[in-house]
């Protein structure tokens, strides 16, 4: 059982419809991360927040909107999504910074969340 | 931009072959780290590479981190059918604040019984 909980597994939405992801970590981590995976293409890095703080938004469309209430749970709020953004959005966490860097902290991943929108 | 290039992006073997996935770039990376993702699940690590010549070995897995830190590769040895599955190569990049991993775009890997 991963130690990163998504929900939904699946979501359908309409392009005029607003909907949520949500992410829990139960690691005690301090780093969280939303990710979108598309077929045959390299996993897209969105938003980055470190105990609670936005440090990385990667040039998001604002259609997409994270919130980081606490450093276990993380949002994503889709408002007017396009049908290109279907993908797997899958949410990660990690110790973060000032525990040796990020880059030797490994990645924990969520199961996803498939989004269709028709 | 750095970039990551992954390859080969699909491979098909028989149970009990080896083989070889690589990933390069001209880019320099603080570290590499490996991951492998099954269908309905999320990236799992395998392994985390931080010096230029570094060897890691995990059971049947072989992961070394190029001399010059731009390339990585992973071998596999007797492949069974329990290691089908997407393998992901991911580069740390900038100082070690940001947070910012680059992910190549993955190798399928199918091994048949």
């Known amino acids: 059982e991963t130690g990163v909980t998504q929900t939904p597994r699946h979501l359908v939405m309409g392009m005029t419809n607003k909907k949520s992801l949500k992410c829990e970590q139960h690691?005690?981590?301090?780093?969280m991360y939303w990710y979108k995976q598309s077929a045959k293409k390299p996993l897209e890095l969105m938003f980055v927040?470190?105990?609670?703080?936005?440090?990385e938004n990667n040039s998001v469309p604002s259609r997409f909107s994270p919130e980081c209430p606490n450093s276990s749970h993380l949002f994503l709020h889709l408002h007017t999504l396009q049908p290109e953004d279907s993908a797997l959005y899958l949410c990660a966490s990690s110790q973060g910074k000032g525990r040796g860097g990020y880059y030797n902290s490994p990645l924990h991943f969520g199961n996803g969340t498939r989004l269709t929108v028709t | 931009t750095q970039l990551l290039e992954q390859s080969p992006q699909f491979l098909s073997i028989q149970e009990g072959e080896n083989l070889t996935v690589y990933c390069n770039s001209s880019s320099v990376f603080s570290s590499l780290q490996w991951y492998r993702q099954e269908p309905g699940e999320g990236p799992v690590l395998l392994v985390t590479?931080?010096?230029?010549?570094e060897v890691k070995k995990l059971k049947r897995l072989t992961f070394q981190f190029g001399d010059a830190r731009k390339d990585s590769s992973l071998h596999i040895t007797a492949a069974q059918p329990g290691d089908t599955g997407l393998y992901l190569c991911a580069g740390g990049v900038g100082s070690s604040n940001t947070g910012k991993l680059i992910f190549g775009q993955g190798t399928t890997l199918q091994v048949k019984p």
């Open positions: 927040y470190n105990f609670k703080e936005q440090t």
């Open positions: 590479v931080v010096t230029g010549g």
């Open positions: 690691l005690g981590h301090n780093a």
